[in-house]
């Protein structure tokens, strides 16, 4: 295996460095996109491991629509960033079942804004990308570019939807006799 090439998955040893590992090929999927690994010569590498479809679909129905709860979505891929640290990938089949188009282009819409605010070096495709980009996680770049992208995306699902106004606030305007108007909230 030369430097810098990512070792094959027979070629890792997955568990702890105390001798309790388990080849790579006799492991079980732990839904963890991308989880850490003993490479051969003893370096920790980054291996891919895809989300479960039974995944994605207990996290939608856990959390519900996006629009109706915006902030439990934010929560839930906050916590998934964090415990599972996807990657590009993964972040897209997360969008394909958990938003409608018209709120995935929303929420890219506002980590693209939050890009431009934040005035980062290099266009703006390199940070939001429409296609799958060269991101390697076990080099130091990629994993930083994969972790700003990630940062971003929660950005946006926290802002890509206008949050809705309390209709009902409207009804308890009322007129007096004399002309004033009395708002009870």
């Known amino acids: 295996m030369g430097p810098g090439s990512t070792p094959a998955c027979t070629d890792l040893w997955i568990g702890e460095s105390t001798g ?4 790579m ?3 079980q999927c732990n839904s963890a996109p991308l989880r850490q690994a003993i490479g051969m010569e003893g370096q920790p590498v980054l291996v891919h491991v895809p989300f479960t479809t039974s995944d994605l679909l207990n996290w939608k129905q856990l959390v ?3 629009q109706e709860n915006i ?3 934010h929560q839930l891929l906050e916590t998934i ?3 599972h640290n996807p990657n590009w990938g993964d972040i897209q089949a997360m969008f394909n079942a958990f938003f409608m188009i018209e ?3 929303m929420v890219l819409e506002k980590a693209k804004e939050e890009c431009e605010r934040r005035n980062v070096v290099g266009s703006m495709d390199d940070y939001v990308p429409k296609t799958e980009p060269d991101w390697d996680p076990n080099r130091a ?3 930083t570019m994969l972790k700003q992208y990630q940062q971003l995306i929660l950005y946006g699902v926290q802002h890509g939807v206008p949050k809705p106004k309390n209709v009902s606030k409207l009804y308890e305007v009322r007129q007096e006799q004399h002309g004033e108007l009395n708002c009870v909230y």
């Open 71 to 73: 902030e439990g979505m």
């Open 25 to 27: 090929d006799d492991w």
């Open 64 to 66: 519900g629509s996006y």
């Open 141 to 143: 770049g990629g994993k």
């Open 20 to 23: 309790s590992s388990l080849r």
């Open 103 to 105: 709120e995935r282009r």
């Open 81 to 83: 960033m964090l415990t």
